[in-house]
């Protein structure tokens, strides 16, 4: 018979995994989609969170809006491409955009450690305006603390936004249907290479700049088109592959891309080469896939490719029809297999 | 991309593939040495464009894979301490030790860096004179020249707070430990193209004869592979064994001197223990006497440190080419990427990692798993 000290009143830590947190579990891989299935979820058991989407759209006093919130602590605070500014205000602008809204007002928590150069904090704060007008939204709100020496990392910063709803469609990965055909909207991998190069001080033919950039022009043209979007989602650190993954798992149906159509520039895979990286996992920052009806592939990839930092969009698959919940890709060399997601990061292999 | 698509064409791949088809009539297992090849036949698919005859069985070419736990052991105990920089390759630090991993180290404070050569630690060790500056030593005959050139340019240029962890092991002593083997299967070897590049290919003719076995140097790439494959499948069914060069851009029969000239002047040939096969004679690289001093076992005192493997890992049959890795009983159950057993879940090289990422779910349909 079990004794009352079988019972404890507290519950339990439910990760057992690791005792402590690690880098692995900000990865955006496998370990961090434990956190929030184990930690996360259950503790706040909102049906709007566990839609786990980019945000979470509501009706309030008459209007339909999204909200989302992001932080960010890049290291460095600069690099090819953009900073920690202009990813603050793109991150949010593109996951209120990713639930179908137009990103209207932000607001801006930023941590600062002690010492770090006025003229630093000012590149970022001009940063955040110049991307923020580039966005069309306005920065309303906000709040500023300062963190003892080496208890931070030059600047960390966290963006809030709210954005407006107006059509009637549901983007979300519920619309998924067989036959979608799924789009990129343009080449991927640059971010997580212009940061892994400025860290590690790595010098290419070319400079390899950040996509940082901002998707809502892009989500409203497609919505001004009348055209059908079933599902939007940003790459962010998972990258294609963990992205195609999470929409496959939340949908039970099967993804079929094929790699000679995933648009990576040449330095990219010159790069992946060299350091033993895939660029289906690299982080992206002004980048997302569109499930589309297969009649208006043609049409949505139009408007893409005549919208601001779409132009290089294409079409890299389809909605099989199959259920299970795997993406599947045909290789180069026409042979076909499933992608997995990544533990935590990539990790450069030894040789 | 130049020099890489060329070698994953479709076209010329499905060549290769009928060519093989059109020359093999007995069935044949052969080994590719490297993890780099493992990974690259399981993430194109490669296997799937062969005939029934031919099966790959998968190599200890893992550098991650075969470094014994306690080195792993000692590497975190190092790491640990408040006065060192510990550098390493980056696939090292999520191999599991006894209790931790050096990612786990780097989440209690340490100082874990990770880098793409050796020569960058002793940039650091020169910036950070108050810290020992210690240096991860693993890998094939790939990794040694820079290894040695580190350790090298330490020595001429004084530096003192710079030492080197090291567990090299050599490629030629374990293809004879598996064909010496009484349960060996293997009958024709893919040897590893990047070794060759650094070696050569001389030392591999002894092999060949007194074995019996065909070797054929290859690459890394799709096309490479196969053409591998075909030249390895061609001597089978011809009765001949010799060693054969497929990756001729990149090797020659002599190898890179410079390169092996440093190995030689830093490194001595030493007794090796592998993980999961245990000790082989002459089968590693450790520091001559006269580099003694920056050897990190004897600086920081754990040379003593023995280890006991998990007993339901069975990594040591699967980089003997005895087993697939889905064979064990604790493949995607007790043991993950997440949380793994054994090394060659862990690299992106290790055979068990590559059947999870890339094989997971088909083994599942087809109910092997």
Known sequence: MSSIKDFTLACPVPISDYPTVTLAHGGGGKLMHQLIERMILPAFQSPLLEARHDGAVFDLGGARLAFTTDSYVVNPLFFPGGDIGSLAINGTVNDLSMCGAKPMYLSCGLILEEGLPMETLWAVVQSLKQAAEAAGVQLVTGDTKVVDRGKGDEVFINTAGVGLIEHGLTIAPSSVKPGDVVLVSGDVGRHGIAIMATRQGLEFESKIESDCAPLNHAVQALLAAKLDVHCLRDLTRGGLGTTLIEIAEATNQQILIEETKIPVRDDVSGACEVLGFDPLYLANEGRMIIFVPEAEAGKTLEVLQHSPYTEGAAVIGRVTGDKGGVVKMKSRIGTTRIIDMLSGEQLPRIC | ?369
């Open chain 2, 1 to 369: 991309m130049k020099f890489a698509t060329e070698y994953r064409d479709e076209h010329a791949a499905q060549t290769y593939a009928r060519e093989i088809r059109r020359i093999t009539r007995h069935p044949w297992t052969l080994m590719e040495i490297c993890g780099g090849q493992t990974h690259a036949i399981v993430k194109f698919g490669i296997d799937e464009l062969l005939p029934k005859e031919i099966e790959l069985v998968h190599g200890p070419g893992c550098p991650v894979c075969v470094t014994p736990l306690e080195l792993i052991d000692k590497a975190v105990t190092i790491a640990g301490r408040k006065d060192v920089i510990f550098c390493s390759f980056g696939d090292m630090l999520r191999v599991p030790g006894s209790e931790v991993d050096l990612f786990g180290i780097k989440a209690r404070g340490g100082d874990v860096r990770i880098l793409y050569t050796p020569l960058d630690a002793l940039k650091i060790a020169k910036e950070n004179s108050t810290k020992e500056v210690v240096f991860f030593a693993v890998g094939f005959e790939t990794t040694a020249p820079a290894h040695a050139m580190a350790v090298y340019q330490a020595k001429q240029q004084g530096i003192k707070n710079f030492s080197v962890l090291v567990s090299h092991v050599l490629v030629p002593p374990a293809m004879e430990a598996i064909l010496g083997s009484e349960t060996n299967r293997v009958q024709g070897f893919l040897a590893a193209g990047h070794v060759c590049a650094i070696m050569g290919y001389d030392e591999y003719l002894p092999i060949a004869e007194k074995y019996k076995v065909p070797i054929v140097v290859t690459g890394f790439e799709p096309l490479d592979i196969l053409q591998g494959i075909a030249m390895c499948v061609a001597q089978l069914e011809d009765g001949r064994h010799e060693v054969e060069n497929q990756y001729t851009r990149a090797v020659t029969e002599a190898g890179n001197r410079p390169a092996q000239h440093y190995i030689q002047e830093v490194f001595q040939v030493v007794n090796r223990k592998w993980r999961g096969i245990g000790e082989i004679a002459s089968s590693g690289l450790g520091l001559r006497p006269e580099f003694a001093e920056f050897d990190a076992e004897k600086r920081f005192d754990v040379a003593g440190y023995t280890a006991e493997e998990s007993p339901l890992c069975i990594s040591g049959l699967i980089m003997q080419g005895l087993k697939k890795p889905h064979e064990c009983s604790a493949f995607g159950k007790q043991c993950t990427p997440e949380k793994p057993l054994g090394a060659p879940m862990v690299s992106n090289e290790g055979a068990c990692a590559a059947y999870y990422r890339y094989r997971r779910a088909e083994l599942a349909e087809a109910g092997k798993v």
